[in-house]
């Protein structure tokens, strides 16, 4: 941002001369000059300062409503509805649930088997991890395994893998970990002179089960598996599994997805069976909540947005003050959020008018705020789902552009959210919202100020060029005069002179 400042004279291209012969201090007098012809200049710099502000002050108020309408469709896209949560009955299980699960449904079943990952060891055993792979046996040295190694996966090479001539250990389990097969080698070091090398998958899951195999050793015994690659099992009763190739099963129900930590315990009262988990899907109240008082939380902070850049108090520095645009606009805010919402669930209910906003825990206050109780919204959403749901909620629809969310929304279902979603989308909108707007108008004002102050640069420097040229003028002028008076002086002086000696 410009701030206006007083002209400052600058270096003239033709050196001053300060008052030599006039004795006049010329510098100082032209910049006192200056200063006056650069008054028109310095009140374009405040003006320049006063409409950036402008302009951030709209673009303050325009984030804050382009954040309501964000809130707003939280809800108004069906956010209050879709809220689901998944609950387990054990420790052993976690449940989660998205916008697709079916509130009501439910399962039960128990735990029989984790996923694993396969871990092989080598059958021979080496007695340095640094010297020759190939030689550098302490027992077993048969069956050493021979390279390069082939990796099968479900019948299949995946490819081979060879350490070069006088490698060692460590140069095989470094060779394995770049291989890029989902394989993960380190060194177990025995004691001081036995070492082996361990191999695992990097996935869980039956699938991913693997064999290293050799042209000498084609059904891979040159490593034994010390844990099997399996998947994760659950018992749905009745002969009914479920398997998942990780301890995470998406979507056992729709949009419901369990993680597993444990294998179910035996049943105290029957060993023969393990202990049954049921998870259950039921609509998430909390988060409908979190959303509504998402929703007030945005209102209330474009209403204050608004009345710090347009206070009209005594004494007030607002920079859009008494902006009747603006103030109209949180009045509108309040309006829509204190207007009774009239809709099937109402109607339901035989009240006349519309269901009041209070009753969802929601009303003004005595300082132009919107306050929100959480608990009645709870209650009211337990009692009466549809009705909580008209009164914060609605519909909005597109407008003659056919695009959802812009300027020229309808709304379609009366709620809070759906008109105050329209409301922030007319104001807020980045191609044609009425603050945006305004916000660029004062962009372009800005823009057109900046290049007359510029035009006064130049038109500024230019007059002290011509001031400095003219001083000049002067004093060359003056001290020719002073020359002539000087040799006029001496000769009238030789003319006469009563004192000279006669010849």
Known sequence: ??????????????????????????????????????????????QLSQTQAQAAAYRQINTAMASLSSAAQAIT??????????????????????????????????????????????????????????????????????WPLSVVVGGKTLGTIDVPAGGSLNDAAAAINNSGYGLSATVVQLDSSHFKLQV?????????????QSASDPTGTA??????????????????????????????????????????????????????????????TSAATGLVQALVDAANAALKSISDNTDSSDGSTAVLKGNWTLTNLAGQILSQVSGAVDGAASKAAQMTGGASPKMAGIEL???????????????????????????????????????????????DVDGLASRLSVLAEQASDSATGMITSLANSQDA???????????????????????????????????????????????????????????
């Open 1 to 46: 941002m410009t701030s206006p400042t007083s002209y400052t004279t600058s270096t003239s291209s033709t050196s001053m001369i300060s008052g030599l012969v006039s004795g006049m201090d010329t510098s100082s007098i032209i910049s006192q000059l200056m200063q006056i012809e650069a008054q028109p200049q310095n009140l374009l710099k405040t």
């Open 365 to 411: 206050t005595k300082d132009g705020t919107i306050s929100f109780d959480a608990s009645t919204f709870s209650s009211l959403l337990a009692s009466n789902a549809a009705l909580a749901t008209q009164i914060v909620g609605g519909v909005t629809g597109a407008g003659a552009d056919n695009v959802n969310h812009s300027p020229d929304d309808t709304i």
């Open 223 to 284: 490593f034994s598996v010390t844990t099997a690659a399996q998947d994760a099992k659950l018992d749905l009763g009745n002969g009914n599994t479920a398997s998942s190739s990780s301890n995470t099963f998406n979507n056992l129900l729709t949009g419901v997805s369990v993680t597993v930590s444990q294998v179910s315990p035996a049943d105290p009262a029957d060993a023969t069976k393990k202990v049954q988990t049921s998870i259950s899907v039921s609509n998430d």
């Open 200 to 212: 695992s998958s990097t996935s869980t899951g039956g699938a991913a089960a693997f064999s290293l």
């Open 445 to 503: 004002q800005a823009k057109d100020i900046q290049s007359q102050i510029d035009d006064w640069t130049l038109r500024l420097q230019m007059r002290q060029q011509t001031l400095t040229d003219q001083f000049n003028a002067m004093e060359t002028a003056l001290g020719t005069l002073k020359s002539q008076s000087s040799w006029l002086s001496s000769q009238i002086s030789s003319l006469y002179n009563p004192n000279a000696s006669k010849s």
């Open 77 to 146: 896209d069906g956010g209050l509805t879709s809220a689901r949560k998944a609950s387990s009955s054990s420790s052993i299980v976690a449940a989660s649930a998205d916008s697709t699960a079916v509130a009501g449904s439910s399962l039960t079943f128990s735990v029989t088997q984790l996923a694993s990952a396969q871990t092989s060891l080598s059958a021979g055993t080496w007695s340095s991890a640094t010297t020759d792979v190939r030689t550098s046996a302490a027992t077993g040295s048969s069956t050493l395994p021979d």
